[in-house]
């Protein structure tokens, strides 16, 4: 169990953000907010990226939070998966493990490998649902089958404990 627990310790270590920009400046990020507002999902995404971590913009959470409610709107699973991360850590809202839980099962459904991933740790952890470990190893297989490296790691390590 002492491996399992390692394992999720080391992805929930790993940056939670699903796409960050590289050197967001003034000027991209004045394109990214037309885009944005024309409909255009990964720019949503990528401008909220910004005001959450502060690339290019001042870090807003508020805006971040909209930016990433429009990015999943629009059918962004990045935005979907964002938008689960500041509910999972209550940044800049209320913390709400449910609605995290919510948001990051659609953007897993829709073939997002980091989103399965959350997902299976909310169910390993018993945050926000009841703990089973059966869930969270089948969530952390999707995530494998998804091309998660880290996912396979901790579904190689359930299946080790015995777990079914």
Known sequence: ???????????????????TTSEMNEYTSVIAENLCQRGDAS????L???YAIG????VDNFKAKELFEKACDLGSLQGCSNLGVFYFEGKGLRQDYLKAKELFDKACN???AGSCNRSAILYA?????????????KLFGKACDLGSQSGCEV??????QGIK
């Open 125 to 137: 952890e018993g945050q926000g649902v009841k703990q089973d470990y059966s869930k969270a190893k």
């Open 43 to 46: 720019s949503c995404n990528s």
């Open 110 to 112: 829709g073939g997002d």
């Open 155 to 160: 579904y190689k390590a359930f299946k080790k």
């Open 55 to 58: 690339e290019g913009v001042k």
């Open 1 to 19: 169990m002492k491996r399992i627990f390692i394992a999720i310790s080391l992805l929930l270590s790993v940056n939670a953000f699903a796409d």
């Open 48 to 50: 909220g990226t910004s």
